[in-house]
């Protein structure tokens, strides 16, 4: 544990230094607050003791430094008794304790260990956070596969932007999941999220259910209701399906998007927004615009960023990465241990086509766990359609044609594995499991 010692007298330094270092603390020592606050800019520290009352930089500059740029350290202001009222002040300020000089050993060691326990506390505590964010934010939009490395580095990009993101892709390539991850990866993450599926609310409920109305704003309004786009305020709302929204709605829609306000159904004031909007859709907008379904002027509002999904069949090479993560998961939540894909349910779902995308994967695991009779998961457990077993259009020596083509991308690249992993567009852990199914040396290939 890292201990920096700023005080302009020697010997109070050098009495500090020696009693920490045989504590058992990595202890560095500066002679003013100026040297103290470069030393905290090159190194780590848990713990920072810095007298009051020095020439140049005070204590409490160190103290407002350290607060501003090293928030986890904690610092301990050393004073004399008559400036006790100061260092009442600078705890207010930030400081962990203070020190009344001339202190006992004692007095030094605990209060040291205290602020580094804390110090340590801090740093846990980050760090659980950053890895629950973290898992929150890709929550299963996994692969490994270059299309889906695009996406995240899109997401990344955008996440503390609060322009209009339109994610595309067909059912069950993840876009809500998506939306989440932008939300919850950027500045809005500690605010509502509210996700709307446009296509599943009645024709006659929607206005309503968008918007919010007041008390008899209609037959049965027996109260007032605050529309989805109020309870997302501050957050993110996601408007899934938006390609099934009625023109009438998308001309609200879009003077929402135009003014950031919105108005009740039956209300005569309106409600200022600061609503983050993403939508989702798995039609084509364009052709819709083209056959004057869809607003234009909407469609342009929308799109400033936009994200595409790509089908499962266009990131074959993550199925497996999917399979495993799903069959994990549902191991646990149905309390099967030990479970494994059988040879024969790998071979399906490597040339199954998934019409419905990773839903479907997800979906056929989670029979495959609870339909299973023994610790390996046997292709009929899946209960994938037999007549959708292979990739459309693909002929039956698909196995062979793979083969094939990873010999030729290594005889380009000379055996080297990367190179021949982005000369066919898959990963290099892809590559290398490609390598070992079917039994293929690089070394021969190396010149």
Known sequence: MNVLIIDDEKSQREILRDILSDAGYQVQTADNGQ?????????????????????????????????ENFPRT???????FGTIPDAVQA???????????????EDLLRLTRRAAEKAALVTENERLKNEISSRFRYEQLIGGSPAMQRVYKLIERIKD???TVLISGESGTGKELAARAIHYSGHRADKPFVAVNCGAIPETLIESELFGHEK?????????????????????????????????????????????????????????????????????????????TFREDLFHRL????????????????????????????????????????AAALRVLETYPFPGNVRELENSIEKAVILSESNEISADDLMLPEKESAVAGAPETLPSLEKE???????????????????????????????????????????
């Open 161 to 163: 932007i609060d322009a």
């Open 405 to 447: 083509m990873i010999v030729k991308a290594l005889q380009t690249a000379r055996g080297s594995i990367k190179q021949a992993a982005e000369e066919l567009g898959i990963s290099y852990k892809t590559l290398q499991y490609r390598l070992k199914k079917h039994g293929i040396d690089k070394n021969r290939f190396k010149a």
């Open 74 to 80: 904690q610092v301990i202001i050393m004073t004399a």
């Open 216 to 292: 008899g704003a209609f037959t049965g309004a027996i109260k007032s209701y605050a529309g989805k786009f109020e309870q997302a305020n501050g957050g993110t709302i996601l408007l899934d399906e938006i390609g099934t929204m009625r023109l009438d709605l998308q001309i609200r829609l879009l003077r929402v998007l135009q003014e950031r306000k919105v108005q009740r159904v039956g209300a005569q004031q309106v409600t200022e927004l600061n609503v983050r909007i993403i939508a989702a859709t798995n039609e084509d907008l364009k052709a819709k615009v083209a056959a004057q």
């Open 91 to 105: 705890i207010k300020q930030g400081a962990y304790d203070y020190l009344t000089k001339p202190f006992k050993k």
């Open 303 to 342: 799109n400033v960023f936009h994200l595409h999904l790509p089908a499962l069949r266009e990131r074959r090479e993550d199925i497996l990465l999917l399979s495993e993560h799903f069959l994990k998961s549902y191991s646990t939540h149905y309390h099967k241990s030990n479970l494994k894909l059988s």
């Open 35 to 67: 040297a103290g606050m470069d030393a905290l800019g090159n190194d780590d520290f848990a713990v920072v003791l810095t007298d009051y009352k020095m020439p140049g930089k005070t204590g409490m500059d160190v103290l407002y430094f350290a607060r």
